[in-house]
């Protein structure tokens, strides 16, 4: 059981480690990357189709660009996307030795050149934005988290001491926000499944127990009928809204 536990984690841990390097080049990777990343997991071919399969959905391209479709989006997100994008036209434009001499400025703490900067990279936060939708995080979101990594970005350039590096390390900072929202979202509903089954759960037992003796049930005696403590019922009830209609929620 162990050695299946441990390889579950080590496919896990690759397929992390494959997702992000393909973020990291403008999500896409080679499939000789992919192989040899599973080599010693010695797949089979059905479950290295699964990993491709996975970075297809993930929208991550496999010897080729990555493909973005409106259908990716909601209506609301489409609106919100093609509004933007006509805001970010406002902005200026600066040409690689502009850019270079900003982010120069920029690294030796110049508040006039962070900000340039800032207008330099605001498009880019879309490209990355739009790599994470349909992962249960609204895109408008996405962009936000993006741009406010962005602007911490720019504050902290003086670990990267050269131009050249500016937007790895801005873009990193990007992918870094948007993939801690996506965790926390998933977090987020990890939780309320777990709260939806467990006012399910007490739900069922009081209704069972209801019906045997044909009237509501107190919390005591659905503690003495499960062996569940008080905690949890009163959890239930709390969750539910003290709408559980079989049980007495009042003192035991």
């Not at 992000?20 to 089979?44: G, P, Y």
């Not at 990716?72 to 996307?81: A, H, K, Q, R, S």
């Not at 001491?161 to 993939?179: N, Q, R, T, W």
Request: overall charge negative; proline content about 2%.
């Amino acid at each position: 059981m162990g050695n299946i536990d441990n390889k579950e984690k080590e496919f896990a841990d690759i397929l992390k480690f494959v997702t992000r390097t393909a973020r990291e080049n403008k999500n896409t990777i080679s499939k000789d990357q992919v192989e040899q990343a599973f080599s010693e997991l010695n797949l089979d071919e059905n479950q290295m189709d699964m990993v491709f399969d996975y970075l297809k959905n993930h929208k991550i391209g496999v010897d080729t660009k990555p493909e973005y479709s409106e259908d990716d989006l909601t209506e609301e997100e489409t609106n919100y996307l093609n509004d933007y994008l006509e805001a970010l036209k406002d902005l200026p434009t600066y040409s690689d030795g502009e850019k270079e001499a900003i982010s120069m400025s920029a690294i030796a703490g110049d508040k006039i050149a962070q900000s340039k900067l800032i207008e330099c990279y605001l498009p880019l936060v879309v490209d990355v934005a739009r790599m994470y939708t349909e992962q249960g995080v609204y895109l408008e979101d996405l962009i936000g988290e993006g741009n406010f990594a962005l602007t911490r970005g720019v504050t902290m350039l003086d670990v990267v001491g050269e131009p050249k590096e500016v937007e790895s390390f801005l873009y990193k900072m990007m992918l870094d926000a948007m993939e801690a929202i996506i965790q926390d979202n998933l977090a987020e509903d990890a939780g309320g499944q777990k709260v939806v089954k467990l006012v399910q759960e007490v739900a069922d037992k009081a209704k069972e127990l209801a019906e045997d003796l044909r009237r509501k049930v107190t919390v005591s005696e659905l503690m003495e009928e499960t062996g569940w403590d008080e905690d949890k019922i009163r959890s239930a009830i709390k969750f539910s809204g003290d709408k559980i209609e079989d049980l007495d929620s009042g003192e035991n």
